[in-house]
């Protein structure tokens, strides 16, 4: 391990007070043993820069899945009093509310006669790539709407049914949206991408439930084993991103305004209740709803495709939930023994509330909220469940993913994405992408296992596994 990181647990690594100069809390990280020997220190160095900006309570977080990021560390999670605390797009990230919805459907994987050409119908009905660009035509109205309502525009366009809403994270919509905060900029890059899933690690894949570990859990969910179900991972797109560029000039600027000072640039950001502050959260909170949106309209593409080629009715597939893991969001935690509203950054995080919380979905509340987890490219992805542990240590947060060990550019000069795509086909996984580069720079080589990041956060209790699904197709971004 790093010099000056103290272990206290199995699991459970503290960077003290006095790491670097600053620090007003320590930082904490969560990692087994094996996962240790992937930890950068940069991803370490970026974990205590946050812990001494202005009003961040009890510590610095990270999850198994930490990874260097800009400004926080992928996988970061970190608090701060709604009074004397700040907001900093560096710990939402450039793809607002990057999240992650599982669907259900009555079929099995011997349904699936025609699994290529379901494939190719799901690739030509969801537009992929950088710039994709979609078939809907919205007027800059409906956008409006969109950045307001989130999944409920969608629904109210005939994009889906009341019972998607009741099953995402916030029901699709942060309140706090103010397209006022939204550049003509980024509302001209987010005209043409509605409902599209873009590049990067963002996917859709069709996945077989293979393994059930809590029953209770799995039937309040609506899962069963060899059932077949569908993931998506995608965000804000192009809009999402030009937020977080067009405050983050402004927050360069409050820095000095508000006398804070910082370790790193990237942490640029502003008092939550000063003006600047309040617009990039009204800004980050419309990008919020339009990534909820655009994966409400992918949903029913999905929906579309699968009721015409296997047989199945509309309504067949169900949305078990709808996860954020990258956001900021206002939440009312107990700290110090009284509740208090606070700031929650959760950056490469996903909320993990538990049993009885009152934004958990009331069909679920006596288990907990739905966590997913997804895998990457023909590696395993898991459903999980939210805890009281999770509550009372992490502000109700836990892992988001597996956690790049090579970047992008160090996967495509490493593997070859021919390669992978012959070695999942002999495997069963069917695969589809713009080209094998992105293959390549999503190969399952280039990231942590995902069963090791589950293992970790089960073990410590932050959230307790429920199911783990295998790819049998997927179409990458």
């Known amino acids: ?68 990021g800009y400004g926080f560390p992928i996988g970061g999670v970190a608090a701060f009093d709604y009074g004397t605390g700040v907001i900093s797009p560096g710990g939402v990230g450039f793809d607002i509310n990057c999240g992650v919805r599982l669907l259900t459907t009555p079929l099995q994987p011997s349904d699936l006669i025609k699994k290529k050409e379901i494939l190719d119908n799901l690739y030509d ?43 995402c994270e916030e029901q699709g919509r942060m309140k706090e949206a103010d397209p006022a905060h939204v550049s003509k900029k980024a509302r001209s890059r987010g005209v043409p991408q509605s409902g599209t899933l873009g590049a990067g690690n963002h996917f859709l894949e069709i996945q077989v439930v293979e393994e059930i570990y809590d029953e209770q859990a799995a039937q309040a969910y609506g899962i069963e084993k060899g059932q077949v179900c569908m993931m998506v991972h995608c965000g804000s797109r192009g809009l999402g991103h030009q937020v977080c560029t067009d405050h983050l000039q402004i927050l360069e600027h ?52 699968l009721t015409s080629m296997c047989g199945i009715a509309y309504d067949d597939i169900r949305l078990v939930y709808d996860v954020a893991h990258n956001v900021a969001k206002l939440e009312e935690h107990e700290i110090d023994g009284k509740k208090a509203r606070v700031c929650v950054h959760r950056k490469g995080a996903t909320r993990a509330f538990g049993p009885g919380c009152p934004d958990v979905p009331s069909d679920y509340s006596h288990v907990g909220q739905p966590v997913i987890i997804p895998g990457s490219m023909g590696s395993s992805s898991y459903l999980l469940k939210g805890t009281d542990v999770a509550m009372n240590r992490t502000f109700g947060s836990t892992c988001h993913g597996a956690g790049r060990v090579l970047s992008r550019s160090q996967a495509k000069k490493k593997i070859q994405g021919k390669n992978i795509r012959e070695t999942l086909g002999k495997a069963g996984i069917m695969v589809k992408a713009p080209h094998d580069g992105a293959i390549a720079e999503e190969a399952p080589d280039a990231y942590k296992p995902s069963s090791e990041v589950v293992s970790v956060v089960h073990n410590l209790g932050l959230s307790r596994l429920v199911a783990r699904l295998e790819p049998l197709g997927v179409i990458k971004g």
């Open 254 to 305: 409050a820095v000095t305004k508000y006398h804070i000072n910082l370790p790193d640039k990237q942490l640029a950001c502003a008092p939550l209740t000063s003006p600047e502050g309040k617009a990039y959260f009204g800004g980050m909170a419309a990008a919020a709803n339009y990534a909820w949106a655009n994966r409400q309209i992918i949903t029913h593409q999905i929906r579309n495709v």
């Open 125 to 167: 009905a969801v537009p992929v790539g950088v710039g994709a660009r979609s078939t809907l035509r919205l007027s800059e109205k409906q956008l409006e709407t969109m950045m307001t309502d989130g999944a409920g525009f969608a629904v109210a366009e005939g994009y889906g049914n009341q019972d998607d809403l009741l099953h």
């Open 1 to 68: 391990m790093i010099d000056g990181v103290q272990r206290i647990g199995e699991y459970e690594w503290e960077v003290p007070v006095g790491f670097i100069p600053g620090m007003n809390v320590p930082g904490r990280f969560f990692l087994s043993d094996m996962l240790s020997k992937t930890l950068e220190e940069g991803a370490l160095q970026q974990l205590a820069n946050v812990a001494t900006m202005p009003g961040i309570i009890h510590n610095s977080l990270a999850m198994p899945d930490i990874h260097w």
